[in-house]
């Protein structure tokens, strides 16, 4: 048969070795919040594994001491709870932490400082390993929409066959009676079993926690590597990409895209007067707007320099000029603001929409865009030019 103090031992040590990777985790990822509460909260479950292998001797154990040893281990799970929904940026209501904590005080106080029951323990421990599995669940959703699947899957894979297991282990020990003296005792076999399952979950789990931090890791890096960093938008290779995304997934031959391109009319004018710094901050300040004024549905990047481009969805394109118009009218009428300047700034635009069939009709419709912006300017700017063709009908 098993031996449960054995296999305790072997998840304590296990859990150990997880607590060193969620250390290194913790360090790489220093501001975290998830990352450092799921380290705290595994050390805290691991000492209070440790305790019980070590010092739950048999049915004569100090009741105290079952008290904080069986409080250590819920407390590790709440902790890592608390670091899932950090981690998520959607923390759960203070009153659910209370709601967990008070379960586990009630029913371990109940059961180890007045009727003393392993059962009773047991079921303790079950119910708050159920309850932070399911509620943690509910946030690896939104953790998968933002990172990418991969560690959501597989950490939520070993959370839900850890509640199944859970609940069958727990069900199954109340139908074959409540006369267990101690969890270690070797005359029920269930506990060995139990021990064993949560052996291949926890070791699971370790693992799916480190994932879920690689894949943040790797989706902010993503984004970087498509996202201006002064204003926040679409860079240049995004704007790019979003147009091969749009040619590779055209449903017809015939597919449209409607593109404005605008950039801050006598914008070496604003760095002269009033630096670069105070240029910065009008091309934040544009950025803003154009946010304000674009659709949803719309694509809008910054492709250069004070040069700005819009990727108008192929539904709306007669909306296209109208759209250029707003944009141009909200402009003007915003001066930028920065340290007690009014710094006022206007627009040029040119629009142009074409059907895109390669790289090569896209190319036509970027230099028609192009030519429009540069009419605009030529005719006084703080105006939109709508290009007459661009090329491919």
């Not at 990409?241 to 950039?263: G, H, K, N, S, Y």
């Amino acid at each position: 048969m098993l031996d449960t103090r054995s296999l305790v031992s072997a998840l304590a040590l296990i859990l150990t070795i997880g607590i060193l990777l969620h250390f290194v985790n913790w360090r790489i990822h220093r501001t975290s919040e998830g990352a450092k509460f799921w380290c705290i909260g595994l050390s805290v479950q691991t000492v209070g594994l440790f305790l019980s292998a070590a010092f739950n001797t048999g049915p004569d154990t100090d009741p105290v001491f079952l008290f904080f040893m069986n409080s250590l281990v819920s407390s590790g799970h709440i902790l890592m709870l608390f670091g899932t929904a950090s981690f998520a940026e959607r923390p759960f209501k203070p009153y659910i932490y209370a709601g967990l904590a008070g379960v586990m005080v009630l029913g371990y106080g109940w059961f180890c400082l007045v009727d003393t029951n392993v059962i009773g323990r047991v079921l303790t421990l079950a119910s708050i390993l159920i309850a932070t599995n399911i509620l943690s669940l509910t946030r690896l959703w939104t953790i998968a929409r933002r990172d990418g699947p991969a560690g959501a899957v597989v950490l939520g894979a070993a959370m839900v066959a850890t509640i199944l297991v859970s609940a069958a282990l727990f069900g199954l020990q109340l139908s074959n009676g409540g006369s267990v003296q101690n969890v270690y005792d070797g005359e029920n076999p269930l506990l060995p079993v139990a021990v064993l399952t949560l052996i291949a979950f926890e070791t699971t789990t370790i693992f799916g926690y480190l994932l879920l931090s690689a894949g943040y890791s790797q989706a902010r890096l993503s984004e970087m590597a498509l996202t201006d960093p002064l204003t926040g938008l679409a860079n240049r290779r995004a704007f790019d990409r979003e147009i091969v995304r749009r040619l590779a997934t055209a449903t017809a031959p015939d597919r449209q895209i409607a593109m404005i391109l605008f950039d801050i009319d006598r914008f070496k004018q604003v760095n002269d007067t009033h630096g670069h710094d105070v240029g910065d901050r009008v091309l934040q300040h544009l950025a803003t707007i154009a946010r304000s004024v674009s659709r949803r549905r719309d694509v809008l990047a910054r492709i250069g320099g004070e040069e700005f481009a819009i990727i108008v969805d192929e539904r709306d394109s007669a909306a296209l000029e109208p759209l250029a118009g707003r944009l141009r009218s909200a402009v003007e009428a915003a001066p930028a603001r920065v340290e007690g300047l009014h710094v006022p700034v206007t627009v040029s635009a040119g629009c142009a929409r074409a059907v895109c069939r390669d790289a090569a009709d896209v190319e036509k419709l970027f230099r028609a865009a192009d030519t429009a912006l540069y009419s605009a300017k030529s005719n006084g700017r703080n105006r939109v030019e709508m290009a007459a063709s661009a090329g491919q009908a």
